[in-house]
């Protein structure tokens, strides 16, 4: 099944790349959304399905941080896996960033190889997260 | 965290940097020329600074010629140097210099967290010749394939 993705950066041309590397990937992509900050991607999450979103720290207005914690306040949002995809790469603020519920951490500069790899273990768990939620259902006495 | 680690480390960056993103392989060159030595009187530069919090608190520069900042924005967007426009090469060069800020930051000390600013631009005519002079602090002269470029640190 395809899923959207929501890239955040304030450079343009790293959203683009970013872009450009999920699509040739191979992964099978719906919409790719982009936003600028924290503040855009809000405005993003509210009125599209989005089933990742990678996003960069350093930004103004809403930073990545805020970005994580704004969305673990929603019921829906909260279960959308988030990438850290940024130059900050200080222990302390990768543990931070995993600690308020980032599900990966990709550090500029990067190959498109790491990109990919990346995806690929956080979509294969949200698809088995997925999968065993469908059969708890199936299974259920509803 | 001392000066001369950093230096280490943001000669270590702008080559990890140049190298993954940007496909520029990268010389440092060890010499004590100077800006105005480096660069000369008819090339048009563009740049960008970006300030630093931390352990060592300061700004890092990059100083690009507009001729490599048409080669590398179309390298890092997989374009054609026809194809790309000025947004796009300030963008570039805004983010190449957060790149090489946050790798030389996170590598010159592990344990610490410094905090980054938002990487603003140099405009052509704040670096005119005769204005390189005025740029404070140290710089790594980079050669790249057939151009060159600079990147600077001054600690406050």
Known sequence: MAFNVLIVDDSSSMRAVIKKIIKVSGFDVGECWEAADGKEAMKVLMNEWVGLVLTDINMPNMNGMELITEMKKDQVQRSIPVVMVTTEGAEERVQEAMKIGASGYIKKPFLPEEIKRTLSNIMGEAEDGQRHYDDDLEGGDF | ?156
């Open chain 2, 1 to 156: 965290m001392d000066r001369d680690t950093m230096m280490t480390t943001l000669r270590e960056a702008i080559s990890n940097v140049l190298e993954t993103m940007f496909f520029q392989p990268v010389q440092i060159v060890d010499n004590d020329r100077t800006l105005l030595e480096w660069f000369s009187q008819n090339e048009s530069l563009l740049g960008a600074t970006l300030d630093f919090n931390g352990p060592l608190s300061g700004s890092l520069y990059l100083i690009i010629p507009m001729k490599v900042v048409s080669e590398i924005t179309a390298n890092f967007l997989g374009l054609r140097a026809e194809e790309i426009d000025e947004g796009q090469k300030r963008d570039t060069v805004k983010e190449t210099l957060n790149m090489i800020g946050g790798n030389t930051l996170s590598h010159s000390d592990r344990k610490s967290v410094f905090k980054l600013g938002i990487p603003k631009l140099i405009e052509e005519h704040d670096l005119a010749y005769d204005k390189l002079g005025d740029l404070r602090g140290d710089f790594v002269l980079i050669e790249t394939e057939d151009n060159h470029l600079a990147v600077g640190v001054a600690i406050e």
